[in-house]
């Protein structure tokens, strides 16, 4: 017979594992196994509905909106993720340097990363409202002529994206940062002492190191811009027309506003299995990462 002592040690790691298994099975686990099961209906809540198998999933062939979603994700990914990785990396280098007011500046820049999403949003709203913005005000005095920055179907996901941006450079220096400073600084030296200039060192000797880095915030600016909703609802909520409803955004219209439950269930689990093979690939690329280091 075991002894009590041997009992309670093989109990212990249960009784701290069981408060954070309870949380992940009642916020995690039975939401995605509702989800699934709604997937398969044809409901308008979240009690039992009609099964319908996989006429949801087929349904989205034929659907224009969410072909319309689809392509709006991929502009505003394809619009943030550059852009910002490229800005984030340009700020990192200038501020890896001794400048007067290097942490205040820092700093400056990484306050939006961290600010909420929705008080960015209407912020932002304010600024490029086509009436009374401080954006269009700037533009009149300098004699330019209104622009309707959130109102123009063409003019609205530029604005997304440059909001969005200016909210994210700030991650992307941070990373940055400390990447460029784990560059060993013989290396740069010895390339400086061999006649290479500061643009050859930077091509030949940085970016190589920086490419695990590189790899890393590549993939989770693409999660983050797939994944990105409140800047977008507070924003525009998805117009003008269609014009910047993305896929997330779809999935609580088609659940919210127009009660389709089961098709909405149906749009999650897509976009969790796109955000899955990116994670997965954020894992390769840290293990990569690691290697390398």
């Known amino acids: 017979m075991s002894r009590p002592a041997d009992r309670r040690s093989r109990l212990t790691p249960y009784v701290f594992i069981g408060p954070a298994a309870l949380l992940f099975g009642a916020f995690s ?10 997937s398969f209906q044809d ?3 979240l009690g039992e509905g009609q099964w319908v198998g996989l006429d949801n999933y087929a349904a989205m062939g034929s659907d224009r909106l969410f072909r319309t979603a689809l392509i709006n994700t991929l502009v505003f990914t394809i619009g943030t993720v550059p852009t910002a990785m490229a800005a984030g990396l340009a700020l990192a280098v200038a501020l890896n340097r001794p400048l007067p007011g290097r942490g205040v500046l820092r700093a400056m820049f990484f306050v939006p990363m961290v600010a909420a999403g929705v008080v960015v949003g209407v912020i932002m709203s304010w600024i490029f409202n086509v009436d009374y913005g401080v954006a269009n005000n700037a533009l009149a ?14 003019m609205a996901m530029f604005t997304l994206i440059i909001v969005v941006v200016w909210t994210r450079i700030g991650f992307c220096m941070v990373i940055y940062l400390g990447a460029l400073q784990s560059i060993p600084s013989e290396l740069k030296e010895a390339a400086a002492i061999d006649g290479a200039g500061r643009w050859s060192r930077f091509r030949s000797i940085t970016v190589p190191m920086l490419t695990p880095t590189t790899s890393i915030l590549l993939i989770l600016n693409v999660v983050f811009s797939i994944q990105a909703f409140d800047v977008i609802y507070v924003m525009t909520g998805g117009g003008p027309g269609f014009s910047t409803t993305v896929l997330i955004q779809y999935v609580f219209r088609s659940a919210f506003q127009d009660g389709q439950m089961g098709y909405a269930a149906a749009l999650g689990l897509v976009l969790v299995g796109i955000l899955l093979v990116f994670t997965l690939l954020r894992q390769q690329a840290s293990k990569r990462a690691e290697s390398f280091l």
């Open 29 to 38: 686990l039975i939401p995605i196994i509702i989800a699934i099961t709604l």
């Open 43 to 45: 409901t308008q809540t």
């Open 141 to 154: 005095l300098l004699g330019i002529d209104r622009i309707p920055w959130l109102t123009s179907p063409s």
